[in-house]
């Protein structure tokens, strides 16, 4: 581990860190957007004029600002300089719309929003309007501005909260995530010391930066001390000239982006997509064995993931120099400070290699909920935090991840792992993507159905052929799915690009 890099994730606040990294190296970049670029330097400087301009608007320490802003070098200015006024931010994905933002700032009881004008076609000003925001201001090409002298002095105390994250609500109202600056300081360096990364690396932000993930990069960058390419909006054909044209090192963001790397990589088999790229690196659904092997195979490039939450920014990451086994088949293994915890149904330790559900105890797992009642079924009472998800550890200490309790399908009394089923179907040529879900069956009590995304240029998969080929794999007879769907795109959601599998059970259920 770099021991500048350890010694800067020491720093209580973010603003600490920021402050740090830029005494360091003030003229290294930190984000390239098109032709726009950003020091550390011009991080610190630039953000104490910002902040400035928010307290002249009457942004005080403690008060609530939520923002719903694209992936842009204005909304990082902007959320650095509220972390240097010590306010509480409200990140709002920007794809959200009056139902999912109009909860977030009732919820939040945000004093101040800010938002993008009309940003992608979408009036964001009207909307705000619509739900009664208070304290309304625009940020896109303009920030507040204002003498740093004003400012009071910056937060010292890192375990304050800071930071409400909503869950993505699906048949019911999301989750407010409290998080402290020491909580994403925590989740940051876990990634960034497991990808062995160095100062001459370049990454790259293909997610909204309201998402967790972003403070999750940022905190990487400021470690290691080097820049990252944003996207304000993602798609394959414009990010690969701005990879090419930047020297990125490392990009990724999760399963899916993965798979259109690959996408884009077999359309011309044996040239680099991108010269420099030597690592993708993700997390956030899970992954295929046969993703990473297809990665490693096809582009030449280590591909490393993690598990991680909105509760928990990073729980566990694969490492590069790791064996291929354990990237392909484990979520990697966590970092010291992070206790992880398989139980049984009664709450009680299994041992390695026995699936149970996951639970989590460390410096990055949340305070807990917006809402008092979900934060009181949310820890056990030994403080771990209740995942929800299945799976076991090795005696490495690598996790392997093997579903959520609620995909685990009940089949006439018999378990039935839904990841076990689509880490088969994704060996088929002719699958990009597959999501299993659990159906109501009156003679079942639930019944298998398969959902496949099926590649370009392929034949409809037959139930019959999938049958087959599940079987030539190996599967049991009593998990073959039942109901076969295939699919031009499976539905997924606008951060990290997760399949929705509830979409999935209203649609065929």
Known sequence: MDETAHALSASRTLWELADRRAGLTPDRPFLLQGDRSLTFGGLRDGAERVAAGLYGMGVRP?????WQLPTRIETVLLSFALARLGAVQSPVIPFYRDREVGFALRESRAGFFAVPGTWRGFDHAGMAARLGAR?????????????????????????AVRWIYWTSGTTSDPKGVLHTDRSLIAGGSCLAHALRLTADDVGSMAFPFAHIGGPDYAVMLLLYGFPAVLFEHFAMDTALPEYRRHGVTVAGGSTAFYSMFLTEQRKAPGRRLVPTLRLLAGGGAPKPPEIYRAVVREMGVQLTHGYGMTEVPMITMGAPDDTA?????????????????????????????????????GEAVCQGYADPAQAAGAFDAEGFLITGDVGHLRESGHLVLTGR??????????????KEIEDLLHR????????????????????????????????????????????GEGLSVHKLPEQLEVVDTL??????????????????G
């Open 62 to 66: 403690g008060s609530v600002v939520a």
């Open 135 to 159: 304290g309304v201001f625009e940020v896109y090409g303009t920030l507040p501005d204002g003498d740093p002298g004003i400012l009071p002095a910056p937060p010292t105390d890192g375990t």
């Open 325 to 361: 086994e354990n990237l392909a088949t484990t979520e990697g293994r966590p970092p010291a400070g992070m206790e992880i915890r398989i139980v049984d149904p009664a709450g009680g330790p299994v041992p390695a290699g026995v699936d149970g559900e996951v639970r989590l105890r």
């Open 405 to 418: 309790v609620k995909d685990i399908i009940i089949r006439k009394g018999e378990n039935i792992s839904a």
């Open 428 to 471: 088929h040529p002719a699958v990009a993507d597959a999501a299993v879900v659990g159906l109501p069956d009156q003679e079942r009590g639930e019944r298998v159905c398969a959902v496949v995304e099926r590649r370009p240029d392929t034949e409809d998969l037959t139930l019959p052929a999938m049958s087959a080929f599940l079987r």
């Open 491 to 508: 539905p997924r959601n606008d951060a990290l690009r997760k399949v929705l599998k509830y979409k999935l059970r209203e649609l065929y």
